[in-house]
């Protein structure tokens, strides 16, 4: 499996490395936290470190570390817009359970 991005989550993430002036990439992986046990993090990539698993989706790298991989590990990356809001959202078919507010989850 992989780790994809949807074209307007890759546009996005384009159209930002672009207007910041540097990275290779965007970096996905969990953390602890929530009340249901892990959250997303994201972040931009300016060095790429040899232990990641790297995806590439939409002419985007996406950067997994190996610690992350198997929480998220076919999970589709898109960029959404719902009225006011707009942001990513994962779309992890490993998901067992997440909090009301979507902030956190489990596998």
């Known amino acids: 499996?992989?780790?994809t991005l949807t074209e307007?989550?890759?546009q996005h993430v384009s159209n930002f490395l672009?207007?910041?002036g540097k990275g290779v990439g965007l970096r996905l992986g969990v953390r602890t936290s929530?009340?249901?046990?892990?959250?997303y993090k994201l972040e931009f990539v300016d060095e790429?470190?040899?232990?990641?698993?790297?995806?590439e989706s939409h002419g985007i790298k996406v950067?997994?570390?190996a610690r992350s991989l198997p929480y998220i590990d076919g999970t589709e990356l898109d960029y959404t817009r719902?009225?006011?809001?707009?942001g990513f959202k994962f779309?992890?078919?490993?998901?067992?359970?997440?909090?009301?507010c979507g902030e956190s989850f489990n596998v």
């Open 91 to 100: 779309n992890n078919p490993n998901i067992k359970d997440q909090c009301g």
């Open 63 to 65: 950067f997994v570390d």
């Open 1 to 3: 499996m992989a780790v």
């Open 34 to 39: 929530g009340c249901s046990g892990m959250a």
């Open 8 to 10: 307007k989550a890759a």
């Open 48 to 55: 790429v470190d040899g232990e990641d698993e790297v995806y």
């Open 82 to 86: 719902e009225g006011l809001n707009e």
């Open 18 to 20: 672009q207007k910041r």
